[in-house]
Structure formats: structure tokens, C-alpha cells
């Protein structure tokens, strides 16, 4: 056990008392150094030893206490940091595979088709009605009809019965044409 002092082991006596035991060794030129209080030999210094070993020790958990905080500090750190790249990731795949975020190029994309979109929807009647309004709509309905699927958007077209609008116009013509005679047919 280290009592803060140090002496060579020429003589050597134990002293106990009540709990407390420990080995003083003693050389005879310390002697006059030492001093003799209720049967224990103690040195002059031995409060001061004492406490210079309390100071250490507080000053020795100290540091492992500031050393365990920082190796918290860093593990947590590295947690929080993966946990925040992880969330990132895991934000972008979802938000990208779900559809919720869109990329500029996209976004134009599907600007576009919602425009043709439009465009259509809003051309289709006026196309419809020019066919149905020619003077030779019940000859042109057949020769439609006996037309092929792929065809019948050329056939609008040359017909002229719709603006210069694109193949989407003339195709979607054709086709709600198409509908408005089978449902005729069926009634």
C-alpha cells in the first residue's frame, strides 16, 4: 500500500491500530524526522502525503472521467453521424422510388405530357365535330372503320377534319370516333 512517502526497507514495524495497518520502514538518521503520536510512528508530512495522494487520485479520475466522457462523446458522435447519412439515404430512396421527389428533367417531362395532354382533351371535340359536320360523314365513318387501328390518325389528318395539331390529336380523333360508332352500332 503507498502511503505518498517512501522509505528503505532497513528496519522495518508494523503498527495497527483499530482498522487501520500499514509498515513503516525506518533508517536511524530519519529518526529525528519522524515523530511519535498515541503509538504510531508518523512522519511530519504525513497529512500532506496524504493529501498530495487524494489530490493525485481526484486528479487521476478526473482525467479518466474526462477521457470516458470524450470516448462517449466520440461514439456518439460517429452514431449520430451515421444515423444522419442513413436517414438521408434512406429519405432520398424512398422520396425518389415513391415519386415524391422529381428531377428538373422529369419535372419538364411531365410538364410536357400534361400539356399534350390538355391539348388534346381540348382539340379532340372540335376535331370530332368537323368529321361529323362534313358532307360525306356516313362514307368517311366507313372507310374509317375499315381502316387499320395504326392508320386511322393518317386518315384524320388527310381528311383535314383536324387543325395541324400532332399525331396525338389525330389519333385520339380516330379513336373517340371509333367509340361514338360502336356505341351506336350497340344501341
Not at 103 to 121: F, G, L, Q, V
Request: hydrophobic share 40%; aromatic share 8%; with cysteine.
Amino acid at each position: 500500500m503507498d502511503h505518498g512517502f517512501d522509505l528503505p526497507a532497513i528496519g522495518q514495524r508494523t503498527v495497527r491500530r483499530g482498522m487501520l495497518s500499514w509498515s513503516c520502514r525506518l533508517l536511524p538518521y530519519f529518526r529525528n524526522s519522524f515523530r511519535q503520536a498515541g503509538g504510531i510512528i508518523l512522519p511530519h508530512n504525513f497529512k500532506e502525503a496524504r493529501v498530495d495522494k487524494q489530490e493525485r487520485e481526484d486528479r487521476m479520475t478526473t482525467k479518466r472521467a474526462k477521457e470516458a466522457k470524450r470516448d462517449i462523446l466520440k461514439s456518439r458522435t460517429k452514431l449520430l453521424g451515421g444515423g444522419f447519412v442513413a436517414g438521408v439515404l434512406a429519405t432520398l430512396i424512398i422520396g425518389f422510388s415513391t415519386g415524391n421527389f422529381i428531377t428538373p428533367s422529369n419535372a419538364e417531362r411531365m410538364a410536357r405530357n400534361a400539356a399534350n395532354d390538355a391539348e388534346t382533351a381540348a382539340l379532340v371535340p372540335y376535331c370530332v365535330a368537323s368529321f361529323n359536320e362534313s358532307p360525306d360523314a356516313a362514307r368517311n365513318l366507313a372507310a374509317l372503320l375499315k381502316t387499320s387501328e395504326w392508320m386511322r390518325g393518317q386518315f384524320i389528318s388527310d381528311g383535314k377534319w383536324a387543325s395541324d395539331s400532332g399525331s396525338r390529336v389525330h389519333g385520339a380523333c380516330a379513336e373517340q370516333l371509333v367509340t361514338d360508332a360502336n356505341a351506336a352500332k350497340g344501341s
